[in-house]
């Protein structure tokens, strides 16, 4: 199976963004996870627009946009403007999951649906022929360099059985060398980590992610 790894530019140093970002990039990541928080879904702010936008200028690495804000409906539009390249929202934030997947779709974008630890998949399983990602996030989302839920691991095995080998699962939170094997073997396909690319030297935590996933 192949995996994607997806560095979240959360536990970049934003002084050095560009460079980071580039060197995540030279060392062979085709994706970016970018996480937005409005203090209001999670409590914790991040960033938004601006940082989106000369990103997108510098670049042209897939950008994986992970919306932590309540009613992103409101948003999406936007945030396609920056430059997201997929889009994932989360289920409890909106009453309109419709909506949010149409309003991707209908700009050729690949929608993602996620779900927190404790959110059951039911909550993604009613969408799952629109969806091109579902991401199941293994910490509380709001905030990088909490500890792995294991707990999820068999949430990601029943989604996998569901959706088919060829569809796209995403984990989010607490990844690290030392446990990236389970939830692969459990079906996870799309790997986000922060922490573990951005603390020390990018590159060579990128190749000591690299060579593990290779293992499996
Ligand atoms: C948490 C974010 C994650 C975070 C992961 O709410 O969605 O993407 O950056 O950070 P680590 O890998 O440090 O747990
Ligand atoms: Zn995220």
Not at 12 to 32: C, H, M, S, Y
Not at 52 to 70: A, G, P, Y
Not at 154 to 165: C, D, F, M, S, V
Request: proline content about 4%; overall charge negative.
């Amino acid at each position: 199976m192949e995996i994607i790894l997806s560095p979240s530019i959360l536990a970049a140093d934003f002084v050095k963004l560009g460079n980071q970002v580039g060197d995540a990039e030279r060392a062979g990541a085709r994706w970016l996870h970018i996480d937005v928080m409005d203090g209001v879904f999670v409590p914790n702010i991040s960033f938004g627009f601006p940082i989106i936008e000369s990103l997108r200028k510098r670049t042209n690495i897939v950008f994986d946009v992970h919306l932590m804000i309540t009613e992103p409906e409101r948003y999406i539009e936007k945030f396609i403007d920056a430059g997201a390249d997929i889009v994932t929202f989360h289920a409890e934030a909106t009453d309109n999951t419709d909506e949010c997947i149409n309003m991707i779709k209908s700009r050729g974008k690949r929608a993602g649906l996620a779900i927190k630890p404790k959110t059951p998949i039911d909550a993604v399983m009613p969408y799952l022929d629109r969806l091109d990602m579902a991401l199941c996030m293994t910490v509380e989302p709001g905030y990088g360099g909490q500890e792995y839920i294991k707990a999820v691991d068999e949430k990601i095995t029943a989604l996998r059985a569901a959706a088919g080998k060829d569809f796209l699962i995403q984990i989010d939170g607490g990844v690290t060398a030392a446990n990236i094997a389970e939830p692969i073997a459990a079906g996870a396909n799309v790997i986000v980590a922060g922490s573990a690319v951005f603390n020390g030297n990018v590159r060579e935590n990128m190749k000591e992610l690299d060579a593990v996933c290779a293992r499996l």
